[in-house]
């Protein structure tokens, strides 16, 4: 729907305002109007540019404003590098008339708000895009998970393909590193694509001091500022210890009972499942490179750093052009190390079977 | 079912249980048998839990007729639905019961799965408790052994001992037939087609474990229930291996993308 005279309401905010499109952020005029955002989508949208206009509200609501438009369309073509002749523009106008009948206004509507999903599929990567996603995560907009172990936790919406047409939003809880699908049945028609794939996990990424383990109706508050001296504020493999799948471990799997007495493993019905939900219980296991390097740290051949095993890198006699980059702690001078091993991706094995292939 | 029929058949029999499972929010529930509720062993106990016991009985058994004020019938009528609700959860593990939760499973009475990865499977109530007033209604799914709330809150605030906490497992006891096959597949975070360290290195994790209870079950020779395609082991090795690149966050906040460490599943099954 174009907006109608008098309302100050942009195409943008009222297709937000929509039923179902509670997800959606608001995208910006600024991050639409660069054409760098928009590269590739022509290919992907019909009628490009009339949804175009039609987004960003630069389009007049009647026919009869048409001409209006017309002296629009040709800046447009002559910039193309087309030369404005008589011809050319008689044959645009009546190209252009033949658009503004009812039943096209309808093709470029679905047009435009492919278009805007697939916009704001880039857009909710991007700086602004994520923080405006963030306050939306923050008042809840999302909804919560269904899971019962997780404790109502807040969810973010991701798909599952970054190609529209193939699957509906879901919804992502970082809580128990599951999708589940969004409970009422109006975003049934939202395309996931416009959310895409990396939005859910860029998110954590992005602010990692979020305390997953809140539930939806409490305040969000972040990890670190509360207790600084806490062990809340240990991290690990790059986020915080207490985020990593808090609703998953000890206490937050179900157990199967009957009358009391757990179902056995073994039983054709027994528990086969769990794995899905655990978490060890010493988060620490999780240190694939610490825990390599532990166990290979005398052995490799190729070891030319000098190295403890409290991770203790002399730094000095590793050559600078070996490193990929510079990064604190211990943990990544491990990764390091890791890299500069093998150069080639290789398998981490708890016992070390790997360390000779 | 026989039974179905007859019950209907005899106009003003069930009453009072018809009202109470068509009505909006009970569609939880399913009707008990007459014979059931009239049997007195059946009802054990239960004389000391519900408040008016007598009066309840007899409204739930439509032989109610005491001449009583609205707020004591109120009363009862509260007493009565809570006396079927617990008469509920010692039905539904009878053979009679079982097959009308059956039923209604079928039909998905009790909602689908809302893990995306279940594909909608049907759902059971369930009771995180067997004594009243403690813990509402969840929703067993047997695809994902997990247990969900009710979407709707209508259905969020009825209590879980209607169901009891053993009524979902009975079920696959005895229909065996039922027990869904079982799926490795799930939900791999990533940014830019890249998983993300953190959550690759507890799935890797979590895989190690699987395999290390399917070897388990090998050993027993226990079926361990898992689909056609995913019964070998050592070829999830190759999941690992085609998209072992992942991206994570140093601590100095930077982007790292990590050398992948992909293959440890794929390993372990190897070894054994």
């Given at each position: 729907?174009?907006?109608?005279?008098?309302?100050?309401?942009?195409?943008?905010?009222?297709?937000?305002?929509?039923?179902?499109?509670e997800?959606?952020?608001?995208?910006?005029?600024?991050?639409?109007?660069?054409?760098?955002?928009?590269?590739?989508?022509?290919?992907?949208?019909?009628?490009?540019?009339?949804?175009?206009?039609?987004?960003?509200?630069?389009?007049?609501?009647?026919?009869?404003?048409?001409?209006?438009?017309?002296?629009?369309?040709?800046?447009?073509?002559?910039?193309?590098?087309?030369?404005?002749?008589?011809l050319?523009?008689?044959?645009?106008?009546?190209?252009?008339?033949?658009?503004r009948?009812?039943?096209?206004?309808?093709?470029?509507?679905?047009?435009?708000?492919?278009?805007?999903?697939?916009?704001?599929?880039?857009?909710?990567?991007?700086?602004?895009?994520i923080?405006?996603?963030?306050?939306?995560?923050?008042?809840?907009?999302?909804?919560?998970?269904?899971?019962?172990?997780?404790?109502?936790?807040?969810?973010?919406?991701?798909?599952?393909?970054?190609?529209?047409?193939?699957?509906?939003?879901?919804?992502?809880?970082?809580?128990?590193?599951?999708?589940?699908v969004?409970?009422n049945?109006?975003?049934?028609?939202?395309?996931?694509?416009?959310?895409g794939r990396?939005?859910?996990?860029?998110?954590?990424?992005?602010?990692?001091?979020?305390?997953?383990?809140?539930?939806?109706t409490?305040?969000?508050?972040?990890?670190?500022?509360?207790?600084?001296?806490?062990?809340?504020?240990?991290?690990?493999?790059?986020?915080?210890?207490?985020?990593?799948?808090?609703?998953?471990?000890?206490?937050?799997i179900?157990?199967?009972?009957?009358?009391?007495?757990?179902?056995?493993?073994?039983?054709?019905?027994?528990?086969?499942?769990?794995?899905?939900?655990?978490?060890?219980?010493?988060?620490?296991?999780?240190?694939?490179?610490?825990?390599?390097?532990?166990?290979?740290?005398?052995?490799?051949?190729?070891?030319?750093?000098?190295?403890?095993?409290?991770?203790?890198?002399?730094?000095?006699?590793?050559?600078?052009?070996?490193?990929?980059?510079?990064?604190?702690?211990?943990?990544?001078?491990?990764?390091?190390?890791?890299?500069?091993q093998?150069?080639?991706?290789?398998?981490?094995?708890?016992?070390?079977?790997?360390?000779?292939? | 079912?026989?039974?179905?029929?007859?019950?209907?058949?005899?106009?003003?029999?069930?009453?009072?249980?018809?009202?109470?499972?068509?009505?909006?929010?009970?569609?939880?529930?399913c009707?008990?048998?007459?014979?059931?509720?009239?049997?007195?062993?059946?009802?054990?106990?239960?004389?000391?839990?519900?408040?008016?016991?007598?009066?309840?009985?007899?409204?739930?058994?439509?032989?109610?007729?005491?001449?009583?004020?609205?707020?004591?019938?109120?009363?009862?009528?509260?007493?009565?639905?809570?006396?079927?609700?617990?008469?509920?959860?010692r039905?539904?593990?009878?053979?009679?019961?079982?097959?009308?939760?059956?039923?209604?499973?079928?039909?998905?009475?009790?909602?689908?799965?809302?893990?995306?990865?279940?594909?909608?499977?049907?759902?059971?109530?369930?009771?995180?408790?067997?004594?009243?007033?403690?813990?509402?209604?969840?929703?067993?799914?047997?695809?994902?052994?997990?247990?969900?709330?009710?979407?709707?809150?209508?259905?969020?605030?009825?209590?879980?001992?209607?169901?009891?906490?053993?009524?979902?497992?009975?079920?696959?006891?005895?229909?065996?037939?039922?027990?869904?096959?079982?799926?490795t597949?799930?939900?791999?975070?990533?940014?830019?087609?890249?998983?993300?360290?953190?959550?690759?290195?507890?799935v890797?994790?979590?895989?190690?474990?699987?395999?290390?209870?399917?070897?388990?079950?090998?050993?027993?020779?226990v079926?361990?229930?898992?689909?056609?395609?995913?019964?070998?082991?050592?070829?999830?090795?190759?999941?690992?291996?085609?998209?072992?690149?992942?991206?994570?966050?140093?601590?100095?906040?930077e982007?790292?993308?990590?050398?992948?460490?992909?293959?440890?599943?794929?390993?372990?099954?190897?070894?054994?």
């Open positions: 729907m174009s907006t109608s005279s008098g309302s100050p309401e942009s195409w943008i905010s009222s297709f937000c305002s929509l039923l179902g499109h997800y959606f952020a608001e995208v910006s005029e600024e991050f639409i109007e660069d054409d760098f955002n928009l590269t590739g989508l022509q290919t992907q949208v019909a009628m490009y540019k009339e949804a175009l206009e039609m987004i960003l509200d630069v389009e007049p609501e009647d026919d009869d404003e048409d001409e209006e438009d017309e002296e629009e369309e040709d800046e447009d073509v002559s910039g193309d590098g087309h030369d404005g002749t008589a050319a523009r008689d044959h645009h106008g009546e190209r252009r008339h033949h658009s009948i009812a039943s096209d206004l309808s093709v470029i509507e679905s047009s435009a708000e492919m278009l805007y999903g697939l916009i704001h599929q880039r857009f909710i990567c991007s700086r602004t895009g923080q405006l996603m963030s306050e939306k995560y923050e008042l809840g907009h999302f909804g919560v998970c269904p899971r019962t172990n997780c404790n109502q936790t807040r969810t973010l919406p991701v798909g599952l393909s970054d190609i529209p047409g193939e699957d509906t939003v879901k919804l992502f809880c970082p809580s128990c590193l599951d999708v589940y969004p409970p049945s109006r975003f049934q028609t939202v395309d996931g694509a416009f959310f990396t939005f859910g996990a860029l998110f954590l990424l992005t602010f990692p001091e979020y305390d997953l383990s809140k539930a939806g409490e305040t969000v508050t972040s990890l670190t500022r509360a207790s600084p001296n806490d062990e809340s504020g240990v991290m690990l493999n790059g986020v915080y210890t207490n985020n990593i799948a808090p609703g998953l471990g000890a206490g937050k179900y157990e199967p009972r009957i009358y009391g007495f757990r179902v056995s493993e073994l039983a054709r019905s027994g528990p086969r499942m769990q794995w899905l939900r655990k978490k060890p219980t010493d988060i620490t296991v999780l240190d694939e490179a610490k825990r390599f390097a532990e166990e290979h740290g005398g052995e490799s051949e190729d070891d030319d750093e000098s190295m403890n095993l409290n991770g203790q890198v002399a730094a000095a006699t590793t050559s600078p052009s070996s490193q990929r980059r510079r990064v604190g702690g211990s943990n990544a001078k491990l990764r390091q190390q890791r890299q500069k093998n150069g080639s991706p290789m398998a981490i094995e708890t016992n070390g079977a790997e360390s000779e292939l | 079912m026989d039974d179905f029929v007859s019950e209907s058949d005899s106009e003003y029999a069930s009453y009072w249980r018809d009202w109470f499972i068509s009505s909006r929010g009970n569609e939880y529930f009707e008990i048998d007459e014979d059931y509720l009239t049997d007195r062993f059946n009802l054990t106990g239960l004389n000391t839990e519900v408040q008016y016991y007598q009066y309840a009985l007899d409204l739930v058994t439509d032989v109610f007729d005491l001449d009583c004020d609205d707020d004591m019938r109120e009363t009862i009528e509260k007493s009565a639905r809570h006396l079927y609700g617990l008469v509920h959860a039905y539904i593990v009878t053979t009679r019961g079982l097959a009308k939760m059956l039923d209604k499973y079928k039909k998905a009475d009790f909602g689908k799965c809302p893990r995306v990865m279940c594909h909608s499977h049907p759902l059971l109530p369930m009771g995180l408790s067997d004594l009243p007033n403690m813990k509402p209604v969840k929703l067993y799914c047997a695809r994902c052994e997990d247990i969900y709330n009710p979407k709707s809150s209508r259905h969020a605030t009825i209590d879980g001992a209607y169901f009891g906490t053993s009524f979902h497992n009975i079920i696959f006891q005895v229909y065996p037939a039922l027990i869904p096959a079982k799926s597949e799930r939900y791999v975070p990533r940014v830019y087609g890249f998983k993300v360290h953190a959550a690759a290195a507890l890797r994790w979590q895989n190690n474990q699987r395999d290390d209870m399917r070897r388990r079950l090998r050993k027993m020779e079926d361990s229930g898992f689909k056609e395609g995913d019964d070998d082991i050592e070829g999830d090795e190759d999941d690992d291996l085609e998209e072992d690149e992942e991206i994570g966050i140093g601590e100095g906040g982007a790292v993308v990590a050398g992948g460490v992909g293959g440890v599943a794929g390993h372990a099954g190897a070894i054994a």
